[in-house]
């Protein structure tokens, strides 16, 4: 075993994943207050007191809302991106200058024995990035809050083990809702949001059939079902000829729950 992976909450209301290693336990993200991060790694008998770094995909409130509380708490690292980190600051806060690390967009850096690669995506925050996670032979992409994914990211994603990508809405849902046309065209957007349809299209070349794992983040409370973003991409998989359930297997995140822990 190289990772455990666990989708400690999914969704617009806050995010945060738990990873962990042979020598590190990370976060990427922590969209809730510290109290809840708190209550949410507790919830998978995890002390935060352990944790390594949290890892910070962009400014928004449900991804950075606990960070800085928690790094002040238990002397946390935080890596971003120099932008991320300008926008960022209102929303956490002062921490300690040492646990401010900048890092560069397909700059290649460590945490203990993970190797992490951040890239860009097309997001309407100021620098959005996702991530790959390397350890051993194994490979994690995290992938969520990004309007479009492009060759690049396609083929730097490709081969992962696991992937926690979005599957924010239903196209249908998201034009028929209760959404006023300005939210409705921002989350359509390049710089929106994955479709259901959008997701299952990039996993439709990206995947391989070799026992991933696919888990579908960010699903939106107004826009998406989880069992219609399930059915849309599991069905959609096993038409174009994966044997899913064997050689891919899908999973849904939670909102208010954890995942079961993946270990990979
Ligand atoms: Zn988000
Ligand atoms: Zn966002």
Redesign the pocket.
């Known amino acids: 075993m190289s990772f455990s992976f666990c989708s400690l909450s999914s969704g617009s209301s806050g995010n945060c994943q738990y990873i962990e290693t042979k020598n590190a336990k990370i976060l990427v993200d922590a969209g809730f207050t510290g109290k809840r991060v708190i209550e949410l790694l507790n919830n998978i008998d995890v002390d935060p007191k352990e944790i390594d770094a949290i890892l910070v995909t ?1 400014e ?1 409130i ?2 950075a809302k606990g960070v800085g509380i928690l790094s002040r708490k238990y002397n946390i690292p935080i890596y971003a991106n120099e932008k991320t980190w300008i926008a960022m600051e209102p929303i956490i806060k002062t921490v300690k200058s040492e646990n401010i690390k900048i890092i560069n967009a397909n700059k290649n850096f460590e945490i203990k024995d993970i190797l992490v690669h951040p890239f860009n995506v097309s ?1 309407d ?1 100021l620098d959005p990035l996702g991530y790959l996670l390397f350890n051993e032979m194994k490979k994690i992409t995290i992938l969520t ?1 990004t309007g479009c994914v492009n060759e690049g990211i396609k083929s730097k994603i490709r081969g992962s083990h696991l992937f926690f990508i979005e599957a924010n809405h239903d196209v249908e849902m998201l034009r028929n809702g209760s959404y006023p046309i300005y939210l409705k065209e921002r989350i359509l957007s390049q710089k929106g949001h994955l479709s259901n349809d959008a997701c299952l299209e990039i996993l439709n070349e990206v995947l391989v059939g070799e026992n991933e794992r696919v888990l579908l983040a960010h699903l939106s409370k107004e826009n998406n079902l989880p069992q219609l973003a399930y059915k849309i991409i599991h069905d959609g998989l096993k038409r174009s000829g994966y044997d899913v359930d064997k050689e891919v297997n899908i999973y849904l995140t939670n909102r208010d729950n954890h995942t079961e822990i993946f270990h990979i």
Request: charged share 30%; no cysteine; proline share 0%.
């Open positions: 962009h928004h449900d991804h997001h925050a809050d």
